[in-house]
């Protein structure tokens, strides 16, 4: 490749640098372990909380049911949320921070 | 002239397989259980195990299945020319392709150029294997809820993938694992260790799909194993030596967007059928005869109703199929875990120009499988509404065929011109599916001994573009032969520890090596190195004492079993069915051929007790990798960090795949 090269320490110090950093740091691994409890919360209830899951809640369908259900919506939740974050704020200060170095 | 011996030995190939065809078609397999245990699986180890479980589930003598065993008759004609007109059409986007393909970063990442949206749909179709359109909603269909699970972690993989892995990796990746692996590390080691590792993974999976295409094939056309095992081969090396990732991507697109258009077809028949109303459809459900009886006595095995229990109802809760909490458990990690650090998975990153285009093909592929998996729930519960679990079983005691069954019925019935089309429609839905997935397995191996084993180790990255691809094209050729080898010998074996191998490997091996090598500054080649290696041995030595290999003793006492009740029977005097003798005659033989055998690492029975080895491996492999880059530290890896956490964050110096 010939690329430009970069002082890649020097852009790790940099402030703006440092702002996106624990931002998205935050931002990711936050939202990867929540939704990750949630996950793990289906196969732990439906193992040893199976009366649960058996409760009817609309007519024949159960909580075990819906609860599937609301892994999609919770996923499309995480999904959407990350890419208007994402589109909004993470890229605009990547942005900003690329012009202020090149 | 590489080319021509490509061709050359393509040519040989087919003129073998077209000397099989000729044989006398064999006769059809014996009984199509054995299906069960091997259908397509691509991506799901999950499916895979539970088609291996079903038929055990559902074995103890004396089924009591009212209706006589039948077969899927898709009718030939028909079936055939779709399947041409498939071939026909990815062959044409091959020409195209590789037209196209001159570079490395051509071959490998279709020179950067794929849009967003269409690796999307390419993501979305490595997820949708011919084992979750047939195998899950056939589970659906005998076990209920429990199959609809099965569901979730496909669907969860993507968030890891979402925020952790595909934005980082397409920033500071380039073609292959042993790219993001070796970026801070000793280059030579840790990229010929993520090349076994990729290789390995990518082998076991093809292997596991060529022998269920095979099977696949056999039963539902009666085309003979070795033709279909041959014919599968020949097309995918094809497609990956002359079209590259472009070529594998589009055959991807066009596979998922059949997928889709049959599964929404049947999904919108099946809720038409039911008047479009979700909760008269699970009443309808809850209280069908058909399914209670199933419920009451194939699953629980209750030969007399409990009184006041509602069957019924119970096939809406789950632990019919699922009953072991920690293995699905096991199973979520690997899921969670695993398809992030698959390599084939992790190639399609690198296709897209940025990290925002990664991210769009990320959420469309979630949102394209989400609905996938949530119509498939309806199809398998509208298959054993409308068709009956016992019908489904009778065909297929894994419940395989549900969907065909329900294609067949809703488009007319057997016989019926709409039934033959839908059903043929479908058929030719699972064969695209299965060319498209072996494909962009191919691709992975073929990148990992092509571009990190021979460019980067032996030609110390010192190559031109010319040679990089055409030693691409000659090692996916090899790659293709290999698999084709070992797919036919694979044909008896026990194919689902295969894929459960694979997964596990990813999650334990690859998985915590990439994330490391991404997020912590003290990462180096000891870690990498020790991480994929305890990962991928102890996922394997897990694997192979874990209860998906074939133990025979466990098939012996199974089979005495059967011999012993209907032994009994006849001493009673009651004259048995054929069907019965037949059965007895076939466990009698099952006994002999299998009694003190041992699993092939000399088990009678499995040490370790789940079916995934994740809730272990995993853990193991993220310690190796600690321990090894605590163990052996490393300036200049830790001097590297800033480098590799500024790329991935803010993707400066981008590696265009278009640039070289």
Known sequence: MTTKQYNWSEIAQNPKYLELKSKKRKFLFGWWIASSIYYFSLPILSGYAPDLFKTKAIGVINLGYLFILSQFVMAFFVAIYYTKVANSEFDRLTDELVKEIQ | ?660
């Open chain 2, 1 to 660: 002239m590489f080319i021509k011996a490509i061709i050359t030995t393509m040519l040989t190939l087919l003129l073998t397989t077209v000397g099989f065809t000729a044989e006398t078609a064999r006769p059809a397999p014996q009984s199509a259980p054995a299906v069960a245990a091997s259908t397509p699986q691509s991506i799901t180890p999950t499916q895979a195990q539970a088609l291996q479980a079903a038929p055990e589930a559902a074995k103890p003598a004396t089924p009591a299945a009212p209706s006589p065993p039948t077969k899927v008759k898709p009718n030939r004609a028909i079936t055939i020319t779709m399947f041409l007109v498939i071939i026909g059409v990815t062959l044409g986007v091959v020409v195209w392709a590789a037209k196209r393909t001159t570079s490395a970063a051509d071959f490998y990442a279709a020179g950067g150029g794929i849009t967003g949206l269409q690796n999307g749909w390419a993501i979305a179709g490595d997820y949708m294997s011919a084992a979750s359109f047939l195998g899950m909603s056939g589970l659906i269909s005998l076990y209920g809820i429990d199959g609809f699970m099965y569901a979730v972690g496909p669907m969860f993989s993507f968030i890891a993938i979402l925020l952790v892995v595909a934005e980082p990796c397409r920033n500071a990746g380039k073609f292959t694992l042993g790219d993001i692996l070796s970026f801070r590390a000793s280059p030579k080691p840790v990229r010929a260790v993520a090349a076994l590792s990729t290789v390995t993974v990518s082998l076991f999976y093809l292997i596991a799909q060529m022998v269920g295409a095979g099977k696949l094939m056999q039963v539902l056309l009666d085309i003979p194993y070795r033709v279909s095992v041959i014919g599968v081969g020949i097309l995918m090396v094809g497609y990956v030596a002359f079209g590259g990732m472009k070529a594998t991507t589009w055959v991807q697109i066009i596979k998922a967007s059949l997928l889709m258009t049959g599964t929404v077809l049947l999904a919108v028949l099946v809720m038409l059928k039911s008047g479009m109303n979700p909760i008269q459809f699970f009443t309808d459900i809850v209280g069908n005869q058909n399914i209670q009886d199933h419920v009451r006595m194939n699953v629980l095995k209750d030969a007399l109703p409990k009184p006041g229990f509602d069957y019924g109802q119970r096939f809406m809760e789950p632990g019919l199929f699922l009953k072991n909490p920690l293995d699905q458990i096991s199973l979520g990690i690997a899921w969670a875990l695993g398809a992030a650090g698959l390599p084939h998975i992790l190639m399609r990153f690198f296709t897209v120009p940025s990290a925002k285009e990664a991210r769009k093909s990320i959420v469309i592929a979630l949102f394209i499988n989400s609905s996938f998996f949530f119509l498939i729930n309806l199809i398998g519960f509208g298959a054993a509404l409308y068709l009956s679990p016992q019908l489904i079983s009778s065909v297929d005691k894994g419940g395989n065929m549900a969907t065909l069954l329900l294609a067949q019925k809703l488009g007319g019935g057997a016989g019926s011109f709409g039934g033959d089309v839908f059903l043929a429609f479908i058929c030719a839905v699972a064969f695209a599916t299965i060319l498209a997935v072996v494909s962009g397995l191919v691709l992975a191996a073929s990148a990992a001994i092509a571009h990190d084993v021979y460019v980067n180790i032996i030609k110390d990255g010192k190559a031109d573009q010319q040679t990089q691809v055409r030693v691409a094209r000659l090692t996916s050729l090899f790659v293709g032969i290999a698999a084709i080898i070992m797919g036919l010998a694979a044909e008896k074996e026990n194919v689902v520890a295969l894929v459960a191998l694979a997964f596990a490997v990813a999650a334990s091996g690859n998985f915590p090596a990439v994330m490391l090598s991404l997020f912590w500054k003290r990462f180096n080649t000891s870690g990498v190195i020790s991480g994929l290696l305890v990962g991928t041995i102890s996922a394997l030595a897990l694997v192979v004492i874990s209860p998906v290999m074939t133990y025979p003793q466990k098939i012996a006492d199974d089979a005495r079993k059967i011999v012993t009740t209907l032994e009994k029977k006849q001493a009673e005097g009651v004259v048995l069915a054929e069907k019965d003798l037949k059965a007895l005659d076939k466990a009698r033989g099952d006994f002999k051929k299998n009694d003190g055998g041992t699993s092939m690492v000399g088990l009678k029975a499995a040490i370790f007790p789940l079916k995934n080895p994740g809730i272990v491996s995993v853990p193991l492999g993220l310690l190796a990798a600690i321990l090894g880059a605590l163990l052996f530290r490393d300036k200049r890896a830790e001097d590297m960090f800033d480098e590799i956490e500024v790329r991935q964050i803010t993707g400066l110096g981008i590696s265009k795949a278009s640039d070289h």
